[in-house]
């Protein structure tokens, strides 16, 4: 029984929380956006069991999907599903039963966001089974990360702002981003296999369009924090997270796989100092 537990906690990756991490960043600068630093702390812990529930669903559904792929791929060919520990009918059920636990989560919460809910849980299924047919796979699993923005603003105030749609936009330009640095640790072994990545489809030029992209991201958000008036705190993080975007484009410059993966998971600070700006700067206005 322990077991097959291990199992199920390995295939819903919660012994490596650095995607819930990333899932969680933006959606609770939203909440902290929406509710002006004073989110109603029920709605922030519903929606961080959300992430916690939906990174994990994606997770199996990832490997679901991967389970005749990831045995191929250096880094993947441990997962439960790859090695036949879980079987695919355990982790259809296992992967249902997450989608239960977050459907229920979302009683609390008003119809509009259980209608953005249902984009959500709709990119984040299609998101494993587009690498087959498209190089752009990180531009759907962005858009599904991206649905918390907009959600969160539902939650609290009910509506969608121009300040949400910006933030929307920004989240989906960085998950684009390190998700590109992600598929450069497997793109030799994507290539063999025939699965397709940005990191594919920029080639050569993977550097420079990850550059454009953090560059692309940062400069919404400095809109974001000119519409807000946000004062010195928010903009100190967000001068952290250039630094951090400077630091990753030094990781990856000589494309090595443990250097991408580094600059990959570097992205949770860069996300906590935004955050940590964010809240900051709401706790100590006078």
């Given at each position: 029984?322990?077991?097959?537990?291990?199992?199920?906690?390995?295939?819903?990756?919660?012994?490596?929380?650095?995607g819930?991490?990333?899932?969680?960043?933006?959606?609770?600068?939203?909440?902290?956006i929406a509710?002006q630093?004073?989110?109603?702390?029920?709605?922030?812990?519903?929606?961080?069991?959300?992430?916690v529930?939906?990174?994990?669903?994606?997770?199996?559904?990832?490997?679901?999907?991967d389970?005749?792929?990831?045995?191929?791929?250096?880094?993947?060919?441990?997962?439960?599903?790859?090695?036949?520990?879980?079987?695919?009918?355990e982790?259809?059920?296992?992967?249902a039963?997450?989608?239960f636990m977050?459907?229920?989560?979302?009683?609390?919460?008003?119809?509009?966001?259980i209608q953005?809910?249902?984009?959500?849980?709709?990119?984040a299924?299609?998101?494993?089974?587009?690498?087959?047919?498209?190089?752009?796979?990180?531009?759907v699993?962005?858009a599904a990360?991206?649905?918390?923005?907009?959600?969160?603003?539902?939650?609290i105030?009910?509506?969608?702002?121009?300040?949400?749609?910006?933030?929307?936009?920004?989240?989906?330009?960085?998950?684009?981003?390190?998700d590109?640095?992600?598929?450069?640790?497997?793109?030799?072994?994507?290539?063999?296999?025939?699965?397709k990545s940005?990191?594919?489809?920029?080639?050569?030029h993977d550097?420079?369009?990850?550059?454009l992209?953090?560059?692309?991201m940062?400069?919404?958000l400095v809109?974001?924090a000119?519409?807000?008036?946000l004062?010195?705190?928010?903009?100190l993080?967000?001068?952290?997270a250039?630094?951090?975007?400077?630091?990753?484009?030094?990781?990856?410059?000589?494309r090595?796989?443990?250097?991408?993966?580094?600059?990959?998971?570097?992205?949770?600070y860069?996300?906590?100092?935004?955050?940590?700006?964010?809240?900051?700067?709401?706790?100590?206005?006078?």
């Amino acid at each position: 029984m322990a077991s097959k537990l291990n199992c199920y906690i390995r295939l819903m990756r919660l012994d490596k929380p650095i995607g819930i991490y990333l899932l969680a960043w933006p959606m609770l600068w939203a909440l902290w956006i929406a509710g002006q630093g004073h989110p109603d702390y029920l709605i922030v812990i519903i929606f961080l069991i959300g992430a916690v529930l939906m990174r994990s669903a994606g997770c199996v559904i990832n490997d679901y999907a991967d389970r005749k792929i990831d045995a191929h791929i250096a880094r993947t060919k441990t997962r439960p599903l790859a090695t036949g520990e879980v079987s695919p009918r355990e982790a259809l059920i296992l992967f249902a039963v997450l989608i239960f636990m977050a459907a229920l989560s979302l009683l609390w919460l008003n119809m509009l966001t259980i209608q953005l809910a249902f984009v959500a849980v709709g990119l984040a299924t299609l998101y494993p089974f587009m690498k087959r047919f498209t190089h752009l796979p990180q531009f759907v699993l962005g858009a599904a990360f991206a649905c918390s923005v907009p959600m969160a603003f539902a939650a609290i105030s009910n509506q969608l702002p121009l300040i949400a749609w910006l933030l929307l936009g920004a989240t989906m330009l960085w998950v684009v981003a390190y998700d590109t640095m992600y598929a450069m640790v497997d793109r030799d072994d994507d290539l063999k296999i025939g699965v397709k990545s940005t990191a594919i489809l920029f080639g050569s030029h993977d550097r420079l369009i990850i550059g454009l992209l953090q560059l692309a991201m940062l400069a919404l958000l400095v809109i974001v924090a000119k519409m807000l008036a946000l004062g010195i705190y928010a903009w100190l993080g967000l001068l952290c997270a250039a630094g951090l975007s400077l630091y990753q484009q030094w990781l990856i410059k000589d494309r090595q796989a443990q250097r991408c993966f580094q600059a990959f998971l570097n992205n949770h600070y860069l996300g906590a100092l935004i955050f940590s700006g964010l809240v900051l700067d709401y706790a100590l206005r006078p």
